[in-house]
């Protein structure tokens, strides 16, 4: 049974991801996940804050920062209302 837990994620995906990203990329870019347990829990966020520092956006490290910004998810706030109104179950 494969479960995504935490050290998981961090061996399997971040870690790779991370490898792959040049120098600028680490330096200057942003990271955003979601408010998945796995991208939350304080071991996958030190990890993330090593390469990313306070370029990180999480639920769990923002409080100030609207996590479901239309900035971030424009099609939630463009699109979603027209399918949920229109799709036929």
């Known amino acids: 049974h ?3 837990n935490g050290e ?3 061996q399997e ?3 790779s991801f991370i490898n792959q990203l040049d120098d600028e990329e680490l ?3 942003y990271l955003h996940q979601d408010g998945c347990t796995a991208h939350r829990v304080g071991t996958t ?3 993330l804050q090593q390469f990313y520092d306070h370029r990180i956006i999480s639920l769990s490290l923002h409080p100030a920062f609207r996590f479901r910004s239309s ?3 424009p099609l939630d ?3 979603f209302g027209y399918l ?4 036929i179950i």
């Open 2 to 4: 494969n479960t995504n």
């Open 8 to 10: 998981r994620y961090r």
């Open 13 to 15: 995906l971040l870690e």
């Open 27 to 29: 330096q200057f870019g």
């Open 45 to 47: 966020l030190a990890y």
């Open 71 to 73: 900035d971030l998810t």
């Open 77 to 79: 706030f463009a699109i």
């Open 84 to 87: 949920k109104d229109n799709l």
